[in-house]
C-alpha cells in the first residue's frame, strides 16, 4: 500500500467501516498505480477536499477527482469529478455498462462489487491529464497557415 501522504486523509480512511474502507484502499491504489504510469503529469497530491480523499496533479496538469461513501447511501461508494469538465460525459460514452453514473460528476460503486480497474485506471489518467488534453486538442484544432 501507498503510505498516506496526510494525516488527515491516514484519519478519513481509519473511520469508514472496514468493508467500505477496503473499497475506497482498493480505489486509492489505482489512482497512485495510474499516476505512476503518467510521468508527463508529475507529481500527484493527496489531499482533503471537502473532507473526501481527493488526488490531483501538483502541476496542475489535470483535473482532481475525489472519492468518498456516505452514511445516506450505505450500500455504495463514488469517485466523483469535476462537474465544469466533459470527464463523465466521456466516460458514459465509453463505458455505458462498467458504471453507475451519478450526473456528470460521478461514478458509483457497489460494495461487494469488483472495481473495473482497468476501467477506472483509464478514468483517472483522464482527468490526471486533463488540461494537457485539452492543449493538445486545442493545438490540433488550430488551422494550417
Known amino acids: 500500500m501507498t503510505p498516506f501522504q496526510s494525516q488527515g486523509v491516514a484519519e478519513k480512511f481509519a473511520s469508514y467501516p472496514i468493508e467500505v474502507k477496503n473499497a475506497l484502499l ?3 491504489e ?18 482533503l477536499k471537502w473532507g473526501e480523499p481527493a488526488y490531483g496533479t501538483k502541476s496542475k496538469a489535470g483535473s482532481t477527482f475525489r472519492m468518498d461513501w456516505k452514511t445516506k447511501a450505505p450500500g455504495s461508494y463514488a469517485l466523483y469529478f469535476n462537474c465544469q469538465t466533459d470527464l463523465v460525459d466521456t466516460f458514459k460514452t465509453l463505458f455505458p455498462n462498467d458504471f453507475v453514473f451519478e450526473g456528470n460528476r460521478a461514478l458509483v460503486f457497489r460494495l461487494g462489487e469488483a472495481i473495473p480497474a482497468d476501467s477506472v485506471a483509464f478514468c483517472m489518467a483522464a482527468a490526471f491529464s486533463y488540461h494537457l488534453n485539452k492543449k493538445k486538442q486545442q493545438r490540433n484544432s488550430m488551422p494550417l497557415r
Open 26 to 28: 482498493a480505489l486509492r
Open 30 to 47: 489505482i489512482a497512485w498505480e495510474t499516476a505512476r504510469s503518467l510521468p508527463e503529469v508529475g507529481e500527484i497530491e493527496e489531499t
